[in-house]
């Protein structure tokens, strides 16, 4: 129960008239948060909608590498948890306050009687959840981890396409064999009486200027493609870098998981203890 002159200063119940916001204020709740403090966490069970009244709340998940991705901060007026409230699964993400905030509670109950009062309260929701969506949308879309090959075969241009296909089809097999039929033949040609005229008679200094253009051109091609591979190794490096950090995140991210495990286990053993100490003194007997 909350005094209704606190709904009145939230966006969300402004369009009630003060009957309704007396009505509601005898069933929702208040709940005050230090900076600092989480108010559930990924895979808690949740059946309660947040309104922050004052302060600010981060919205956050971890990727399976461990690493923090905020979804919003949830500031004055804005309504959060909705998800869980409504499916009745585990939460999807952690909140945590980033100031000290004062928040609006409102279960399943609560919210049913407040549809019934403004359904069109029910459009705020959606919109709340779509823009939750959609920033989760962009977060996918800029996120998701870089295929090098991709990177790298957006920005080629033709000349880098034929460069690579030279420098690949100059150093195969069939371009030796090509090769070397080619000059077996041009000083065949050339040096016996087959029929045909001899157009380069040795030493073959056309086939000579020929071969040498042909080497000037190759190790142009194959110094561009090997240009291409190098900066295919650069982003490769920066993409190990990022899978790196992902991986000593995800380590600390385990490590914190642990030791929120291990105090929660201390707690409950410190009160599985009292309890029996408890039970131990009342059957001592007097």
Do not use: C
């Not at 409102?106 to 959840?129: E, G, S």
């Not at 977060?139 to 241009?157: A, C, M």
């Not at 089809?169 to 029929?195: E, H, K, Q, R």
């Not at 091609?221 to 000593?248: C, G, H, M, P, T």
């Amino acid at each position: 129960m909350i005094d209704h002159q606190i709904l009145a200063e939230i966006e969300f119940f402004e369009l009630h008239d003060e009957d309704d916001r007396k009505a509601l204020a005898q069933v929702v709740d208040r709940l005050e948060l230090k900076q600092g403090s989480r108010l559930f966490e990924t895979g808690d069970r949740g059946d309660e909608l947040y309104i922050v009244r004052t302060g600010k709340v981060e919205i956050f998940i971890r990727n399976v590498a461990g690493e923090k991705i905020v979804l919003t901060v949830a500031e004055k007026g804005d309504l959060f948890g909705e998800l869980s409230m409504l499916d009745s699964l585990p939460r999807t993400a952690t909140a945590v306050a980033i100031e000290d905030t004062e928040l609006i509670v409102l279960n399943r109950d609560n919210l049913l009687f407040f549809f019934q009062k403004k359904p069109d309260a029910a459009l705020d929701m959606i919109a709340a959840m779509g823009a939750m969506i959609r920033r989760a949308d962009d977060i996918l879309r800029t996120r998701v981890s870089r295929n090098v090959n991709e990177e790298v075969e957006e920005k080629l241009t033709v000349v880098q396409r034929a460069a690579d296909w030279l420098a690949w089809f100059s150093g195969s097999m069939p371009f030796l064999a090509l090769s070397v039929l080619w000059f077996v033949v041009w000083i065949v040609v050339n040096t016996y009486d087959v029929g045909i005229r001899q157009f380069d008679p040795y030493p073959f200094g056309l086939l000579t200027m020929i071969v040498s253009l042909e080497a000037i051109f190759l190790s142009i091609f194959v110094l561009i493609s090997q240009n291409r591979q190098s900066e295919k190794d650069r982003i490769r490096a920066n993409i190990e870098y990022e899978v790196n950090v992902k991986a000593e995140m995800e380590v600390a991210y385990l490590h914190e998981k642990t030791d929120r495990l291990h105090e929660k286990m201390v707690e409950e053993f410190s009160k599985i203890r009292k309890t029996m100490e408890h039970q131990a003194r009342l059957g001592a007997p007097r």
